[in-house]
């Protein structure tokens, strides 16, 4: 059974950094495409990053672009999200996901295992 574990969320003020962590278990981590998707209430879950089975390919969306990096560890089994000059309206939930689908995936509905998700709160 894979599992997909977060961590690295919490309290910031605006124009901070954090780095948000995801630990994939029970699976072969090398095959899988893996995305950040982020939901804050009320709200859709959207994607923020995803990165191919490789990490040489990588997506990023206009909100998010040019702020957040999406990299992965092999050995490590681990995929990381940089975030940087946050800003309150990156307040969200945010889940790590995994892709059966080796390729770079930026549909949520590719995405076959979910993490349970770690709170970002931006303070203004």
């Known amino acids: 059974q894979v599992q997909l574990v977060e961590s690295g969320g919490g309290l910031v003020q605006a124009g901070g950094s954090l780095r948000l962590s995801c630990v994939v278990s029970?699976?072969?981590?090398?095959?899988?495409?893996m995305g950040w998707f982020r939901q804050a209430p009320g709200k859709e879950r959207d994607l923020v990053a995803a990165?191919?089975?490789?990490?040489?390919?990588?997506y990023y969306p206009n909100p998010v672009k040019g702020r957040f990096t999406i990299s992965r560890d092999k050995a490590k089994s681990t995929v990381y999200l940089q975030m940087n000059s946050l800003k309150p309206e990156d307040t969200a939930v945010y889940y790590c996901?995994?892709?059966?689908?080796?390729?770079?995936?930026?549909?949520?509905?590719?995405?076959?295992?979910w993490g349970q998700g770690t709170q970002v709160t931006v303070s203004s």
């Open positions: 029970g699976g072969t981590f090398s095959r899988y495409a």
């Open positions: 996901s995994a892709s059966g689908h080796s390729g770079l995936e930026i549909r949520s509905s590719a995405y076959d295992y």
């Open positions: 990165i191919g089975w490789s990490g040489g390919t990588t």
